[in-house]
């Protein structure tokens, strides 16, 4: 059975976490809960207690106030050092009109009614800003019109403020926290009536827009923060995983444990028999402790058949990779603007490029690690995780149990990246708890984790340029490489006229440049996709795409002799689908224009460099055309013209994501991920060879370190316009401005990254 | 047994004597601000001191910390309000948080020796633990602040 077809019925269409079935929003106050909000119809004249009663009401949809008047925000997110909590409940706070000291944060276990459970995309503020800023303002209705049948004015006379609402003519005042105790007479609120809840115009905010400090972050400093791993019951027995000796595709045949019995604390071990595909040929190891599982999982004896794929390695992908670009098998057709084909023929000059990139981990420091145990008939999951919808269509089929007699508990992430979108590790640890009958908290180590990656696909991309009166007249850009989405998230795909695409691996080419006649294509890689099975990887397509996008601007720029920055500004003229919309993109082009001349004027663009040293920019609109974070960068470098060795001196950034909720929020996420950048443009760098990643911890697979990072530069431009996501994008233009500013400091033009001396040097050769 | 000395209690725990200390602290103790992370000390996350010195758990076998001093994150400062802990939250540090722990007890070790470094020693001495998330200038800038706090 694969995975997608069991994908929870999620749909992206229920990304604001509406309950389909339920649209009815209630808020009112409950005996013993205060003021809550749920989903709901009202049993005739009664109120919440008797809905809940009469089994109607699915309570703590966003919010909950005590009868302190303390608002308890749910995050249905995962909390994976994005502080996607604060976020969400500053916008929240903002409009119930109560003071920051009074929130708190709650991570709820999964449920149905919070709708597309997943944490990735750069979506969680674009997503629920409108709903968390609705349900603040419709708790803050609610209030004051309780308020009003209290004293028996108008409401036009009322004003809240601080946790109180205000009647100015009379001077009387009343905490949120009395009209709690006293009862809130219940309302309802269609979907159609909450989405026409007016949010405050941005002058009006209060805590939106303020660098208010991360309530996350205290934990995170004296050891008290409770991550996935950090989880423990009773009784429970410690995996370690004794993998295949290639990715995908092995199968165990048999397992002596002899040796392992040796051991004092083993506890046996489980061949995993994985119904949904992910983990065939893993063996757990049980243990009391996990060194002594490492060790068991160490001393068994298995004999596998190693599958397909033991040959593949990332040449024999990029080979096939080269033919099926030739041949165009299974072409895909993701932008069509004009025609492009013909363009060319009739170009008065051509420029071809070829960029690569390689196999990139994700690496979060946590290691996979999930809990999984049964008490009572209900099969307790205790992991941190960014898709729980995939768990909660996966993990019924996997325990062979139905979906309510499974609990998935909330846990901090030691990192996600779009590696905890996947599922395998909570698998593998269920597997081994049911076929063992034993609590098991599996924990992978570094080599699995390194080998068992979901990495970022190799790509391979060519673009073509038709030069036609000295403009940018025609383009082509096809792309092979591995889709993630198909396997993980079909319903993630579009249409494309060929038929199904994997819209986030290609992502970014949809740039928002006026080029006449433009047409991108996608094809899937066979081989990667069955050996070497790609996931998202922060950013995900974007980190390729606008690599290869924006050197080929600065290449094209070169070719007409013109400053890229011009080059780039005439095509930015939000002329007809680049106009952008309303809310989402509103202003188009001219955004990403303004951005760019706000980042070139910090960093100086054009300021006489010394001999070797170069600048780059580079422009993005990640990730997603509908919701773009207008991001621009320009990279200092200093390269050494007899070795090829650079140093990147400083990174300036400048983005524009429509409302920065939380500026120094933001400002820490493109800090991060502009430095997540420069590590996959410069150091990261997998290899599969026999089909296995030859890159098991960090001695060989290598990130940045803090003694590799240049002076940065952060700007956030914050507008006041709808907001969009800030995870990432500062991922996608670091590459590309690195390898524009080498080629202007010394006349080198890399295409394949990570960026080496070598290639650095070989390319000043040939010139 | 392992007769160890952790925060400044005395404690037996059964274990073989080549278990590395990470586990006698994660899984015998539960104290878990101590974190796995590579298993090879290569990234730092399970850091604590030993005598005051910065020592990667994960690699050390408990029977080289009998009879010394272990300090882990939830014993650096009994009030979690070291002047690094301070800084982190002031300079508004982790993201996801999980090699902070190792980070402080990185910095502290360091900073006990050196409260008056140039930049260039905070990252000769905070360079060897690995921040996935990219907090790294905040980082410096953490200890930066905790070491004027520190000197003054």
Redesign the interface.
């Known amino acids: 059975m694969n995975i997608q077809t069991k994908f929870n019925g999620a749909n992206p269409a229920d990304k604001d976490g509406v309950d389909k079935g339920r649209r009815n929003f209630l808020i009112g106050s409950a005996a013993g809960m205060g003021l809550v909000m749920g989903y709901g119809a009202l049993p005739g004249a009664g109120g919440i207690s008797e809905a809940m009663a009469a089994g109607t009401f699915t309570p703590n949809i966003w919010f909950t106030m005590d009868a302190d008047g303390i608002a308890h925000v749910n995050i249905v997110k995962a909390e ?4 996607v909590g604060t976020a969400q409940a500053q916008a929240l706070a903002d409009e119930l009109e109560i003071p920051w000291e009074n929130v708190r944060l709650n991570y709820p276990d999964v449920a149905p009614q919070y709708g597309l459970f997943i944490t990735g995309g750069s979506w969680s503020v674009n997503w629920t800003f409108a709903a968390m800023s609705q349900a603040g303002a419709a708790g803050r209705m609610v209030l004051m019109e309780q308020a009003v049948k209290n004293w028996g004015v108008p409401l036009a006379e009322l004003t809240a403020e601080a946790g109180m609402v205000v009647h100015a003519k009379s001077g009387r005042k009343v905490s949120y926290a009395e009209l709690v105790k006293g009862g809130i007479v219940a309302r309802a609120f269609t979907e159609a009536q909450m989405k026409a809840v007016p949010m405050k115009a941005p002058k009006d905010r209060k805590i939106i827009g303020k660098s208010i ?2 309530l ?12 996935g ?2 989880s ?1 019951v009773d009784g429970m027995v ?1 995996g370690a995983p004794r993998t295949p000796p290639v990715r995908t595709g092995a199968t165990v045949k048999s397992v002596d444990d002899a040796a392992a019995k040796a051991l ?1 604390g083993y506890q046996g071990h489980v061949v995993i028999k994985d119904p949904v595909g992910m983990t065939n040929g893993w063996v757990v190891a049980l243990a009391d ?3 002594t599982a ?1 060790a068991a999982a160490e001393a068994l004896t298995v004999d596998y058949d190693l599958g397909p794929n033991a040959k593949v390695s990332s040449a024999s992908i990029m080979a096939e990779a080269k033919e099926m670009m030739a041949s165009g098998e299974g072409v895909r057709t993701f932008v069509a603007d004009g025609d492009a084909p013909t363009g060319l023929k009739s170009a008065d000059k051509t420029h071809t490029a070829v960029y690569t990139t390689s196999l990139n981990l994700h ?5 996979m690690n999930a809990l999984v145990y049964e008490k009572d008939g209900i099969w307790h999951i205790e992991t941190g995780n960014q898709f729980q919808a995939v768990l909660q269509g996966v993990m019924p089929i996997v325990l062979g149990v139905d979906a309510g007699s499974i609990a998935i508990h909330q846990r ?6 779009g590696r905890r979108l996947e599922a395998d590790y909570v698998v593998v640890a269920a597997l081994a708890a049911k076929g063992s009958g034993k609590a098991v908290k599996l ?1 992978y ?2 080599p699995a984790e390194a080998q068992f990656d979901f990495p970022r696909s190799q790509a391979l991309q060519s673009l073509t340029a038709g030069i036609k009166d000295g403009k940018l007249d025609s383009m082509t850009h096809d792309t092979v490489c591995t889709w993630a989405n198909s396997r993980l998230a079909p319903a993630f795909q579009g249409d494309a006229p060929e038929g199904k695409i994997d819209g986030f691996a290609i992502n970014g080419a949809d740039f928002w440049y006026s080029v006449p006649n433009h047409r991108v294509r996608l094809i899937k890689s066979k081989t990667g996709d069955k050996a070497a099975p790609a996931g998202n990887l922060r950013s995900v397509a974007p980190g390729y795409t606008f690599f290869a996008v924006e050197s080929f601007m600065d290449e094209l720029a070169h070719e007409l002799k013109m400053d890229p920055l011009t080059f780039r500004m005439s095509m930015l003229d939000a002329k007809g689908k680049n106009a952008g919309a309303a809310p989402m993109s509103v202003g188009g082009a001219k955004r990403l224009a303004s951005v760019l001349k706000t980042v070139t004027d910090k960093a100086g663009w054009g300021k006489k460099m010394a001999e070797g040293k170069g600048m780059g920019l580079a422009i993005s609109s990640a990730q997603e055309r509908n919701t773009p974070s207008w991001t621009g960068c320009v990279v200092e470098v200093d390269v050494n013209k007899t070795t090829g060795e650079y140093k990147v001196e400083k990174i300036t950034i400048a983005i524009d994501v429509g409302t920065a909720v939380n500026p ?2 933001v400002a ?2 493109v ?3 502009a ?2 950048g420069l ?1 996959l443009a410069t150091k990261e760098q997998a290899m599969m060879e026999d089909g296995s990643i030859q890159e098991t ?3 060989t697979y290598n ?5 590799d ?1 240049p002076e ?1 530069d952060v700007i956030v431009l914050s507008p006041g316009h709808y907001p969009t996501g800030c995870g990432e994008p500062g991922v996608t233009v670091v590459a590309p401005a690195l390898a524009n500013a080498i080629f202007n400091a010394v006349g080198s033009r890399v295409r394949d990254l990570p960026i080496t001396p070598e290639a650095v040097k070989g390319a000043i050769k040939t010139g | 047994m392992a007769k160890i000395s952790v925060n400044g209690k005395e404690m037996d725990v059964s ?2 004597e080549d ?2 200390l990470l ?1 006698v602290i994660r ?2 103790l ?11 000390g ?2 730092g ?1 399970c850091t604590v001191h030993i005598d005051g010195e910065a020592v990667r758990t994960c690699i050390t076998p408990v029977a080289e910390a009998t009879g010394k001093k272990i300090t ?3 014993g ?1 400062e009994g009030d ?1 309000n070291h002047p690094l ?1 301070k800084a ?2 002031a300079e ?10 190792g980070q ?1 007890m990185t910095a502290a070790a360091f900073l006990a020796k050196n409260n008056d470094p140039s930049d260039s020693e905070i ?2 001495a ?15 800038k953490a200890v930066r602040r905790a070491a004027d706090e520190m000197k003054a």
């Open positions: 994976m050092g994005q502080h400090a991360a996350d972050i205290p934990a995170k400093t004296n050891g008290t923060a409770q991550y791993i950090d423990f410690y004092k402790d996990y060194p490492l690496m979060p420091l946590e290691p901090l992430l030691g990192g996600g990246f924990i180590d570094r120094d929020g820490a996420q800090e991060g991920s430095l997540w590590s911890n960090f001695d990130v940045l370190r803090m003694e990072v940065m | 274990v073989a278990t590395p586990w899984e015998h539960k104290m878990t601000g101590t974190k796995f992370g590579c298993g090879a290569l990234c996350a882990t994150i939830e650096l979690g802990q982190w939250v508004q540090v982790p993201q996801c948080g999980y090699c902070q722990s402080i990252v000769d905070m360079t060897g633990n690995l921040c996935r998330c990219m907090s790294y200038v905040r980082i410096k």
